[in-house]
């Protein structure tokens, strides 16, 4: 059965530096996502991104955070300066069409030191 | 805003004990509720779509139902292997694809 693949799945990052986490779509699909999760917490939407373009994202997405899919297979979440409370687990998904359940990765977690 | 609430937070069964979790829900139009399974460190994995009142889904020993304001998972003769937390999730009418999820239900199978 397809799946969306992640890497790493474990990132740890001193404070202040970049971080750029990956993601393979299921390779039919045309929407693609990101989420996070916080230990003990929801898991929080952060962007949807179709057609080459965020079509919608949540406050949590501020300036820090770029999303691109630089090639037809992989689609990335970039933070260009972390803090320590960037530290979660970091989910990418993608759907088939905008009704379509979204189909989630296992994540990446983020440790920021 | 959306919302999501879901009980019980956690529910420990005996094998072969039937229960339900609930999924109570606050949305502007609802365009899709989502039961998903989540087991420890990994990603949400889907389950089920409802879509309007009235409808159901069933998978194995799960049964997803919709009501205006609420959704249930019922669990039939639970095995251990159905140990996991479980997410119940909105989608609204006027966003586009944002998914709001609950704090999830974890739940215990014992044998």
């Known amino acids: 059965e397809p799946e969306v693949t992640q890497t790493p799945s474990h990132q740890v990052t001193q404070m202040g530096q970049e971080v750029i986490l990956r993601c393979v779509p299921i390779?039919?699909?045309?929407?693609f996502y990101w989420y996070r999760q916080i230990l003990g917490q929801k898991v929080e939407f952060l962007v949807s991104f179709y057609n080459n373009e965020i079509s919608e994202k949540s406050e949590i997405f501020d300036d820090q955070f770029s999303v691109e899919r630089p090639d037809g297979s992989n689609f990335t979440l970039k933070i260009r300066s972390t803090k320590l409370e960037d530290s979660a687990m970091y989910f990418c998904?993608?759907?088939?069409?905008?009704?379509?359940?979204?189909?989630f990765g296992d994540g990446t977690r983020l440790s920021i030191l | 805003e959306d919302q999501v609430t879901q009980s019980p937070e956690a529910l420990r069964l005996q094998e072969g004990e039937s229960s339900s979790l609930n999924c109570s829900y606050t949305v502007s139009g609802l365009r899709g509720l989502f039961w998903y399974r989540q087991d420890p460190g990994k990603g949400p994995e889907f389950l089920f779509t409802l879509y309007s009142a009235g409808e159901e889904k069933e998978k194995e020993r799960l049964k997803a139902t919709l009501t205006k304001k609420e959704s249930f998972l019922h669990i039939t003769a639970p095995k251990p292997e159905d140990s996991a937390t479980y997410l119940c999730a909105v989608a609204n009418s006027g966003g586009y694809q944002k998914v709001t999820f609950g704090i999830g239900t974890k739940l215990q199978v014992i044998p």
């Open positions: 390779s039919n699909h045309l929407y």
């Open positions: 998904a993608s759907s088939g069409g905008n009704n379509q359940p979204q189909h």
